[in-house]
């Protein structure tokens, strides 16, 4: 009897391996990209419809400003004020220049937070909620692990990197679909242009929001520790979905697969997108209307192939002859 029950848990725990690969192979064709881990979830269920390598710890880099964002309205009203301390004013790039002594509402400071992507905001906004940032990364930290990102640890309000800060593709998700819930957190992250005191344009990084319309919200990130990441949200009809990315090397090349890939696995395909971001220019001086300019051809990368829920290990790629350029850690 023992003997027969064990051969048939075998058989069974077979049976299972041998079923995930072909329902994987069934969702997932080769995608090109050169991230470290995505996530594709539908926007209404939170069901995860493709990923690779979800729960792999990457530092998130500005992607955390949309977790500092829910926390801060946890805590604080829109019209609350906040006074500029020197160290928020001393935040690294990039940021918006705010000085000590300066007041703020709590609403200023949300939109250079998520349109500029300001690092001195996430800090004056910090020091507000908790007292210093290094109290408001912990309190945030046990927040984020409330609300399901249980993989999550944090060490800033900006992304800037700091030891013992990461997070995975799934949890930036997670937390971004309970984000765009916040009626003032999803306007804010539509919304291409806002101007603050001071006479201070400020314009969002999703680069999507000029060149699709199937974009709603996103936000972007990068420091030379996480590469660039990103999460956002789509729609096309009545489906929507949210995409996170983490570690890639070039993100717009790697997001548009992904969108497209979205809504075939939604049953709504769309024509290929054509590559627009890269080509976006914006002036200088005021942040202001987007131009389209000449674009050098794109080098060719290897595939990885991808699996539903996680996948195998993206092969190595031989280090570039080209030398590298020198540049300074900042979060956008």
Known sequence: MRLRLKHQLWAGALALLLLTPALAARAGEDVDLSARSFV?????TGVILLSYNPQLFIPPASTLKVMTAMFVLEHLKMDDKVQVSPRAAAA???????????????RELLYALLLS?????ARALAERVSGSEEAFARDL??????????RTTLAT????PAANQFSTAQDLAIMFRKAMQYPELAK????????????????NHNRFLWTTPLAVAGKTGYTRASMHTYVGMFRKD??????????SKQKWRDLRPLIAKAFELEGTPIAKLPPLEEKLRFAKKHYGKAAVTAHRKPRLRRQAKVALGSAAGVPEKK??????KKSKKRSQ
């Open 117 to 121: 992507s300001a690092n001195d905001a």
């Open 188 to 203: 804010i992250m539509e919304t291409k242009y806002y101007h603050i005191q001071g006479d201070r344009e400020l314009r």
């Open 238 to 247: 009545d489906r929507t979905v949210i995409i996170s990315l983490m570690g």
């Open 92 to 106: 690294p790039a990039s940021k918006i220049a705010i000085k000590p002594g300066e007041v703020y509402t709590v």
């Open 157 to 160: 309000a900006n992304g800037l």
């Open 319 to 324: 280090k570039s002859k080209h030398r590298k």
């Open 141 to 150: 930290t046990k927040w984020v692990r409330q609300q399901g990102a249980y």
């Open 40 to 44: 594709i979830m539908d926007a209404d």
